[in-house]
């Protein structure tokens, strides 16, 4: 649950056990993140070709890919989000397995990480906010990405103020309460789905 305090300024060690799973997190969320994606595209393409025939993602008026690919929202800079998609998440992944191998990164990268994982992170934040507010519709592999986008950005957020900032107090709570923050997060995201959409997202 916790993000142990080290010794180093950049680097936890590769034996650490939060190092390890930090990685785990980065592969598999990486992996489910960049299948989500790709499917998106996919499913783009499939909407191009029959733009009249309903894609296999489409659960019903509210669930599904159909209400929110073509729109603006889907499309935030002038491209397929999808596309930003797979390539943030291959060096996710890609990165996750040098932490299995127990490599170690050096500062620069974790910095980048950081980055590239806020802006993932406040994508990610506003595209919800559109789909449950303005769209009035839920892409399923768009929560998938939602889904992995959250604990990624926490847990390497939280590693990284313990690893640079060990004696800030900021760093210690969110490295103390790591897990309880993500699942909070979580509920936080479930709760503003119910409230606007009730049980109709099962209809």
């Not at 799973?21 to 592969?27: F, H, I, N, V």
């Not at 669930?63 to 935030?76: F, M, R, Y």
């Not at 009035?136 to 889904?147: D, E, G, K, Q, T």
């Not at 103020?161 to 699942?183: E, M, S, Y």
């Amino acid at each position: 649950m916790t993000a142990q305090t080290v010794d180093t300024d950049t680097d936890l060690g590769t034996d650490d056990p939060s190092y390890r799973g930090l990685g785990w997190l980065m592969t598999i969320g990486g992996a489910i993140g960049l299948f989500s994606a790709a499917v998106l595209i996919v499913e783009k393409v499939h909407l191009l070709e029959k733009p009249k025939q309903a894609l296999s993602c489409d659960i019903n008026p509210i669930v599904g890919c159909g209400n929110v690919i073509n729109t603006d929202q889907a499309s935030v800079f002038g491209f397929p989000n999808p596309l930003m998609g797979v390539v943030g998440f291959s060096i996710v992944v890609t990165l996750g397995v040098l932490l299995l191998a127990r490599v170690t990164l050096p500062a620069f990268i974790w910095l980048g990480l950081q980055v590239g994982a806020l802006f993932g992170i406040g994508l990610v934040t506003w595209l919800q906010y559109q789909s449950i507010y303005n769209l009035n519709a839920l892409c399923p592999y768009c929560m998938i990405v939602w889904s992995v986008t959250i604990p990624i950005f926490i847990w390497i957020t939280a590693r990284n103020l313990v690893a640079f900032a060990p004696g800030n107090p900021v760093a210690r709570f969110v490295g103390d309460w790591t897990l309880l923050i993500t699942v909070l997060w979580f509920v936080a995201l479930i709760a503003a789905i119910y409230f606007k959409f009730g049980f109709d997202v099962f209809a």
